[in-house]
């Protein structure tokens, strides 16, 4: 009895010794990802901005000359836009491939502007971002106190423009999915702090309502709503095929009586940006509350469709989208 007693208790001392390695090792695994985002987002701050760019040029098409899953998944999202814009005609595989390189290549130009954009002054961020009509209508809305929500796919340099309605006296509430290790997490919401943007967490219990708070208040909600994140959201037609997208947007403008803008916010020519917002979606109530966010949503879906066909290469989407992604 003696022995067996014995041996159990050595047995779970070697465990909970395994256990404990393997935490501090993820701890300083962890610990090493956010250091290194850090630094890099450290070292592209610093650089001349056309030495960072050509860097992060040449990493994106170096990553996209490298086949991996998240490539093969924006393949899939390219070729479906292309599709979209002629659906007699199937896209020649050699330009959807190439439009994805592009894709790398604008994603890397995101990061390093997500990167520079603290130190960006006011000056030159009303000077790099041309405004189209549609503007006129949001500062309106602002200015009457009615409260809005800007519903924005993952195109071009949304925090671009978030950092200048900061500047225009219209700061912008958001929500971020949690990034792991938590450190980098609250790095990553230190940054959007200092460009005038307040990041709610996707998973705190509270982030509802203090949407909802903002939007009484008047105030500005942003939400990035191409992507269903949680997996309960409207079910809608998205570039010809049946997925889901967030029913936050809409729930929240029919819940306030906000107006409903669907914007983005596009990169280039060169070094500049261009701002686009669409008119206010019909938001009145017409039905239940289930119909109306259904209708709104679907709406929302074809508008986003709309923005990204302008720049299929500025749309940074590589998870899967739709149910026959995830099925592949």
Not at 127 to 139: A, E, F, S
Not at 145 to 168: I, K, N, Q, Y
Not at 196 to 220: I, Q, S, W
Request: hydrophobic share 45%; net charge positive; proline share 5%.
């Amino acid at each position: 009895m003696a022995v067996t007693v014995t041996g159990a208790t050595a047995a779970w001392t070697a465990a909970t010794d395994r256990r404990r390695t393997c935490l501090v090792g993820d701890r300083l695994r962890r610990h090493a990802v956010f250091l290194l985002y850090r630094g890099a987002g450290a070292a592209l701050g610093a650089l001349p901005e056309r030495v960072a760019s050509v860097v992060a040029a040449f990493v994106g098409t170096l990553l996209a000359r490298v086949p991996n899953k998240d490539l093969a998944v924006r393949t899939r999202h390219i070729a479906r836009v292309l599709r979209s814009t002629s659906p007699v005609v199937a896209p020649d595989p050699d330009v959807v491939r190439r439009w994805a390189v592009r894709s790398y290549r604008s994603y890397a130009r995101y990061w390093v502007e997500g990167a520079r954009v603290p130190r960006v002054g006011e000056s030159e961020l009303r000077r790099r971002l041309t405004l189209d009509w549609g503007y006129d209508r949001l500062t309106e809305a602002l200015e009457s106190r009615r409260g809005v929500v800007l519903a924005l796919p993952h195109v071009g340099s949304w925090e671009w423009g978030g950092a200048f309605l900061a500047t225009a006296g219209h700061p912008m509430t958001t929500v971020a999915e949690r990034v792991e290790p938590e450190e980098l997490f609250e790095w990553f919401l230190e940054q959007r702090r200092e460009i005038g943007l307040d990041v709610l967490p996707l998973d705190d219990g509270a982030t509802g309502r203090t949407l909802l708070k903002v939007l009484r208040e008047g105030g500005l909600v942003g939400l990035v709503c191409d992507r269903d994140l949680v997996g309960n959201g409207i079910d809608v037609e998205f570039f010809g095929e049946r997925t889901t997208l967030p029913a936050g947007p809409a729930t929240l403008a029919l819940r306030t009586g906000s107006l409903l803008f669907p914007a983005a916010v596009f990169a280039g020519p060169a070094e500049h940006h261009f701002a686009v917002v669409t008119a206010p979606l019909d938001t009145a109530r017409s039905g239940t509350l289930r119909t109306d966010v259904a209708r709104i949503t679907q709406e929302l879906a074809h508008r986003f469709e709309w923005l990204i066909r302008r720049a299929p290469e500025q749309w940074h989407l590589y998870q899967p989208n739709w149910p026959s992604d995830r099925e592949r």
